[in-house]
């Protein structure tokens, strides 16, 4: 259904809006009245309507070039060469070309704007803008609905949902220049001989056209959104209300009409079918002939909103009368449509087991059958639906050899076409196989070599991918000339591709050096063409997977065709950082090679680049590929030091991504991207503030193991910077740093998936640090409970023991200290914070002074024999006077101090004579 949704809104938004008015309307009317302008526009208007959009584009260009044509009709020309390209694109069947005409378009419109900004088109002009972006909303979600993978179509969708919402503030934008112009004029209605009329009348028309386009984005963008959903019913909610007001203050004009046919079909998709058919019924009932087109589409709608009523005999015949007024337009996209909801009321009536069909039931499977076969023929919305229905009432069985000896090369050709529709790839590779036998390719190349190309694509589909490739390169390299061949080479090098990512065994070696064999030989014979390009980023990718940096980049730095270009440079950038950091890590703990710095500013300069073209082409700041352009360049402003610019960058994204109400994975994984590089610029900055909310951010959008690792890593850096401030003793920031620390630990431990023993173990001991011993003892339980066979496990039990003493449960703590005693008599660690609980003990309850003193003094005897002596042997004898101290008996403390001093000028370190001489000044020593 989605399908069908965007194809109607597609042909009419480009039918209606500029068609003229019916009974009692105003009619608009041209420009100016110049004969010589009128003329040129007329031919212009016919050439297009008959959709010759190349004459259309030779016409532009001969007036262009024309020394005749008079200056002041060469801005129009200018404008109108823009809009054609727009016009062509609404009609392109191939969406890559589709989009290479909308980006041609917007050049030219911004080339206009540029060179003529006081024009009377200029608001004009940036309506067209606003239909650039609307038009590659609707692309992108045609793609998104052909796309195979779940992770494709949700970045198609993410995609066309960002040029949405960019069109929607471009045509308020446009709108509000538009009212300004028509309200410049007189009010009322003026004379029919008033020589301002036409202008008046022109001002009113451009204003119309953009607000019903601006309300065609809301019905739209709403096709992007699942059925029922919260978002899609708020955008067909604001639909309804915006093609109501149309209606309302324009009911005679053809926009008026327009509006109302889309006032009911936002209407059906929301579920109200009764308001929806009284709207359809109301359109019907119009007698003037130049409301016929219009009403072509509000009769497709009726049928689809009978059938919703489960009226389905109904629904059938209305079908059915539909398609008896519209012979001979086959392959239109609304016939396709009328023919697959006369199929599934067919359908549904058999499964009903309705008398009727079921009295007729063999004709009527015939009718549904011969009904799909001629929609799964095309490359159409409706393909896919179509598609699943025919399979039902024609099984994919194997057509046996008897059939195809007794098919002609055309029927074989006709027969393939539907198995391929129905991507019945074994009955169409084995019909394709036929058809190439019966054509004669030394008297016949063209149609012998069109069934070898549908060959070699069935047997790419069906994934023998070997197969294919063999096929596709002896097309490209023995008919070099033949129109398909590029295509052929293209087929050839994607099949071997396929073959090495997903083949395996012996041979892969060999697939990717004939890959590299055929995308030479494309580069060297169509060095100019697509195709050419497709074969140097191939090249790329093999030398970048292979770490052939240099080759890499030279490759993908030589791609040129627009449809690719901003893919290479992003490429060619990754290249050329890879190469900056490998001479960077050979180069070792020197100086960074000057090498390494020009492939690194190199890098830059590409992404720069390929992101500011990407701006000024105006991708929505939301858009999939915009967004990774940003991410890189961001990494890498990290990376070399500058956590400014990368904030620079992200910045404008992560508020727009921020306000986005329905975002999908794709593009949630993105933004998580977007806000991990933005905590760690906001760390490496300093703003610790920031970061927190950051962390905040995150936690909404991401989450598992990666989020988990990620706060590990940057907990460790924010630990690092408070060492900094630290030692240069910036208290304010370094007490802002340990609440975003704070914030750091509780974030990393409370993820449930994508923890390691080493993050667990670092954010314990960090509590700790922090003096949070039960939050520390729940990590270190957790710790044990998750990874007990780790093999630093009883560093995990010895900081259990520590937070217990640092929470003051020094029976607990003692109890774990001595099972790892008696587990490991010897380890001086365990035997020191048996020692250490004593003492915590003793200031707690005086009594274990004595006790925590004898333990410190047995210790040190221990280790009195080795030698060196140990730090710890004089780190025992501190805390025996420490203790002592505390016990209230200061000359014993002096003079444990003196005597062990006396005995040692370095007392193991300068950190433990430090202490020496500070206690030993304490007990007036």
Aim: charged share 30%; net charge negative; proline share 4%.
């Amino acid at each position: 259904m989605l399908r069908i949704r965007r194809a109607a809104a597609r042909l009419a938004a480009v039918l209606l809006v500029a068609a003229p008015g019916v009974a009692g309307a105003r009619q608009e009317e041209p420009r100016t009245v110049d004969p010589v302008a009128g003329r040129h526009r007329a031919f212009l208007a016919g050439l297009r309507e008959r959709g010759y959009h190349d004459l259309a584009e030779e016409f532009l260009e001969g007036l262009m070039a024309d020394p005749g044509t008079p200056a002041p009709l060469k801005p129009e020309l200018a404008f109108e060469q823009a809009r054609g390209k727009l016009l062509e694109a609404e009609v392109a069947a191939d969406l890559e070309r589709r989009e290479l005409l909308l980006e041609q378009g917007r050049a030219a419109l911004d080339a206009f704007l540029e060179g003529h900004p006081g024009h009377e088109l200029v608001p004009e002009a940036k309506v067209q803008l606003a239909q650039v972006l609307y038009q590659r909303g609707q692309t992108a979600a045609l793609k998104a609905d052909e796309a195979a993978d779940e992770a494709d179509r949700e970045s198609g969708l993410a995609s066309a949902r960002a040029a949405f919402g960019e069109a929607r503030t471009a045509f308020d934008a446009a709108l509000e220049d538009l009212k300004r112009a028509y309200d410049a004029f007189p009010r009322g209605v003026l004379a029919q001989d008033d020589p301002i009329r036409v202008e008046k009348d022109e001002a009113q028309r451009r204003m119309i056209d953009a607000m019903l386009k601006r309300a065609l984005v809301d019905y739209d963008e709403a096709q992007s959104y699942p059925e029922g959903s919260e978002r899609r019913v708020e955008l067909l909610d604001q639909a309804i209300g915006r093609f109501g007001t149309i209606h309302n203050d324009y009911r005679t004009w053809m926009a008026g009409f327009a509006a109302r046919m889309w006032q009911g079909k936002s209407l059906e998709e929301k579920g109200e079918i009764g308001p929806a058919m009284g709207i359809y019924n109301e359109l019907l009932d119009h007698t003037d002939p130049r409301l016929r087109e219009l009403q072509r589409q509000v009769a497709f709608f009726r049928v689809i909103a009978t059938r919703k009523r489960e009226q389905y005999p109904l629904a059938e015949r209305l079908a059915r009368e539909w398609l008896s007024f519209t012979r001979g337009r086959g392959g239109a996209y609304e016939r396709l449509g009328v023919q697959l909801e006369l199929a599934r009321n067919i359908d549904r009536q058999l499964e009903m087991e309705e008398p009727a069909a079921l009295a007729n039931r063999d004709a009527l499977v015939r009718d549904v059958v011969e009904q799909l076969g001629q929609v799964v023929r095309y490359a159409s919305p409706y393909k896919a639906d179509a598609v699943a229905l025919l399979k039902k009432y024609r099984p994919d069985t194997s057509i046996d050899a008897r059939t195809l000896a007794g098919l002609s090369f055309d029927q074989a050709m006709e027969r393939a076409r539907e198995e391929m529709g129905l991507r019945s790839w074994g009955n169409a590779i084995a019909l394709l196989r036929a058809a190439a036998g019966k054509a004669d390719p030394g008297r016949d190349p063209e149609r012998a070599n069109e069934a070898r190309y549908l060959l070699a694509f069935a047997l790419y589909s069906a994934d023998r991918y070997l197969e294919a490739a063999v096929l596709a390169d002896f097309l490209a390299r023995r008919y070099p000339d033949w129109d398909s061949s590029r295509p052929a080479a293209e087929l050839g090098m994607g099949a071997l591709a396929m073959s090495y990512e997903r083949v395996d065994g012996p041979g892969r070696e060999q697939d990717l050096r004939r890959l590299e064999d055929l995308a030479d030989y494309t580069v060297s014979t169509w060095p100019d063409a697509p195709q050419a390009d497709v074969a140097r980023i191939l090249r790329g990718d093999i030398a970048l997977g292979q770490g052939r940096y240099e080759e890499a980049a030279e490759a993908f730095e030589s791609v040129t065709t627009p449809a690719h270009a901003l893919d290479a440079k992003s490429k060619a950038a990754a290249a050329h950082w890879r190469r900056s950091l490998r001479l960077r890590k050979d180069a070792g703990d020197g100086a960074v090679p000057a090498e390494a710095e020009a492939e690194s500013a190199r890098a830059l300069e590409l992404l720069v680049a390929a992101y500011e073209a990407r701006v000024e082409a105006r991708v929505p700041a939301t858009d999939p590929e915009r967004l990774r352009n940003a991410g890189d360049l961001a990494e890498i402003h990290l990376a070399e030091g500058r956590p400014a610019e990368a904030l620079k960058v992200i910045g404008p994204h992560a508020e727009a991504l921020a306000s986005l109400s329905s975002p999908g994975e794709a593009t949630r994984d993105l933004y998580g991207r977007l806000l991990k590089l933005r905590l760690q610029g906001h760390i490496a900055g300093g703003e610790t503030g920031e970061a927190i909310a950051d962390m905040q951010a995150l936690e909404s959008v991401s989450t598992g193991e990666s989020l988990t690792q990620l706060f590990f890593g940057l907990g460790r850096l924010l630990e690092a910077e408070m060492g900094r401030q630290r030692e240069a003793g910036d208290l304010a920031r370094l007490r802002s740093s340990r609440d975003a620390f704070r914030q750091f630990l509780d974030a990393l431990v409370g993820s449930q998936s994508g923890q390691s023993f080493e993050s667990l173990q670092w954010a314990g001991e960090q509590m700790l640090t922090l003096e949070r011993p039960d939050r520390a003892a729940e990590i270190f339980n957790r710790v044990l409970e998750e990874f007990p066979d780790h093999d630093r496990i009883l560093r995990t039990r010895l900081k259990l023991s520590a937070a217990h003493r640092q929470a003051k449960q020094f029976k607990e703590a003692w109890a774990e200290t001595a099972k790892l005693i008696a587990e490991n008599p010897r380890a001086l660690d365990f035997l020191i914070e048996q020692c250490q609980i004593l003492e915590d003990w003793a200031t707690e309850e005086p009594g274990y002074w004595n006790v925590a003193i004898r333990y410190w003094q047995d210790l040190a005897k221990k280790l009195e024999a080795s030698r060196p002596r140990p730090p710890e042997y004089y780190e025992c004898w501190y805390h025996v006077a420490l203790c002592q101290y505390g016990k209230g008996n200061p000359d014993s403390a002096r003079k444990t101090l003196k005597s062990v001093m006396a005995l040692s000028r370095s007392l193991g370190s300068d950190e433990l004579k430090g202490k020496y001489e500070q206690l030993l000044g304490r007990v007036g020593g």
